[in-house]
């Protein structure tokens, strides 16, 4: 029987904490789920083997267990026994404490169909403190899912509902608006079921916001160029500009230098969960010089030019 490497299958060194099993065990689960692979039977036979994996080392008792059993995998395969003693004692020299101890099966993992070695590893195994019956008696909290969401940036700012398909329910929920790349949302109780009795748990989407060409976002403000002419630029006035919250109306003052910035409050993005805030809009002013002079405006260019006999 082929000893199974539970921590090279989850991908962790073995002195991973619980907390970063469980969030690779949340990554891993979300890629290889069946839902996602429908038909891919490596995918199907990977995911099973992330379940076996995870129901030993997410809990310390099991994993310390299985520790031990890593230790001595090849002195008890040599012994030729067809399971894993009840007293462990021979192959890790300690006493073997049956007082206060259980039994754990399969059933303590919701039968799920897992391999010969796990099945020979638990049959008949006693260890652990506290009363028989304590672990299946205690309700088991529904593991926590994780996905990408990408929205598109018009999407982040006005905010959007999203509908997705996981485990063969249609699950509809709200964007707010102003959120952020890489921000996480949680929808509450559409992770895996609960056992005997326990929550659900909770699917946790990573939020990818899709880049917009005329912006460039910092925290809630944003930042955009507007070309104007060189004559706009030297007489000043007013030009239309396109915004996410429609078309505005903006003065141009007379004189106004390339690069020089506009601020316009509250045209930035909405701020987070917090209505009626918005960030700023800062527009940087692109002067556009003339091309293809005719004579006239050549001459008349020279004009203006000896009018200024420093520049």
């Given at each position: 029987?082929?000893?199974?490497?539970?921590?090279?299958?989850?991908?962790?060194?073995?002195?991973?904490?619980?907390?970063?099993?469980?969030?690779?065990?949340?990554?891993?689960?979300?890629?290889?789920?069946?839902?996602?692979?429908?038909?891919?039977?490596?995918?199907?036979?990977?995911?099973?083997?992330?379940?076996?994996?995870y129901?030993?080392?997410?809990?310390?008792?099991?994993?310390?267990?299985?520790?031990?059993?890593?230790?001595?995998?090849?002195?008890?395969?040599?012994?030729?026994?067809?399971?894993?003693?009840?007293?462990?004692?021979?192959?890790?020299?300690?006493?073997?404490r049956?007082?206060?101890?259980?039994?754990y099966?399969?059933?303590?993992?919701?039968?799920?169909?897992?391999?010969?070695?796990?099945?020979?590893?638990?049959s008949?195994?006693?260890?652990?403190?506290?009363?028989?019956?304590?672990?299946?008696?205690?309700?088991?909290?529904?593991?926590?899912?994780?996905?990408?969401?990408?929205?598109?940036?018009?999407?982040?700012?006005?905010?959007?509902?999203?509908?997705?398909?996981?485990?063969?329910?249609?699950?509809?929920?709200?964007?707010?608006?102003?959120?952020?790349?890489?921000?996480?949302?949680?929808?509450?109780?559409?992770?895996?079921?609960?056992?005997?009795g326990?929550?659900?748990?909770?699917?946790?989407?990573?939020?990818?916001?899709?880049?917009?060409?005329?912006?460039?976002?910092?925290k809630?403000?944003?930042?955009?160029?507007?070309?104007?002419?060189?004559?706009?630029?030297?007489?000043?006035?007013?030009?239309?500009i396109?915004?996410?919250?429609?078309?505005?109306?903006?003065?141009?003052?007379?004189?106004?230098?390339?690069?020089?910035?506009?601020?316009?409050?509250?045209?930035?993005?909405?701020?987070?969960?917090?209505?009626?805030?918005?960030?700023?809009?800062?527009?940087?002013?692109?002067?556009?010089?003339?091309?293809?002079?005719?004579?006239?405006?050549?001459?008349?260019?020279?004009?203006?030019?000896?009018?200024?006999?420093?520049?």
């Amino acid at each position: 029987m082929e000893y199974k490497d539970y921590y090279k299958i989850m991908g962790v060194p073995k002195d991973a904490s619980q907390e970063e099993i469980k969030k690779q065990y949340r990554k891993l689960a979300v890629r290889y789920h069946p839902d996602k692979n429908p038909g891919n039977k490596q995918a199907e036979e990977k995911f099973k083997e992330l379940g076996e994996a995870y129901a030993v080392l997410s809990h310390p008792e099991t994993r310390k267990k299985y520790d031990t059993l890593g230790a001595n995998w090849k002195q008890y395969e040599q012994s030729g026994q067809s399971q894993y003693p009840s007293d462990s004692s021979q192959w890790t020299g300690q006493r073997s404490r049956t007082q206060n101890s259980r039994t754990y099966t399969s059933e303590d993992f919701e039968g799920a169909d897992f391999s010969e070695f796990f099945n020979s590893f638990f049959s008949g195994t006693r260890f652990g403190q506290g009363k028989p019956g304590d672990y299946k008696s205690n309700p088991i909290k529904g593991e926590d899912y994780e996905a990408k969401l990408t929205v598109t940036f018009e999407e982040a700012y006005q905010g959007t509902e999203k509908l997705i398909s996981l485990n063969n329910e249609k699950i509809k929920f709200t964007v707010p608006p102003g959120v952020s790349n890489g921000q996480i949302l949680r929808v509450k109780g559409k992770g895996s079921k609960g056992r005997r009795g326990g929550e659900s748990g909770h699917l946790y989407l990573e939020v990818e916001v899709e880049p917009d060409p005329r912006y460039v976002r910092i925290k809630d403000d944003l930042y955009t160029d507007l070309h104007v002419s060189l004559y706009h630029a030297v007489l000043g006035g007013e030009t239309t500009i396109s915004t996410l919250k429609g078309s505005f109306k903006i003065k141009i003052p007379p004189e106004t230098q390339n690069g020089k910035t506009l601020r316009l409050k509250g045209l930035g993005m909405p701020v987070y969960l917090r209505k009626g805030e918005s960030g700023s809009l800062f527009v940087k002013i692109l002067v556009d010089i003339p091309q293809n002079l005719n004579a006239e405006e050549i001459s008349l260019f020279k004009k203006l030019a000896s009018l200024r006999p420093e520049i």
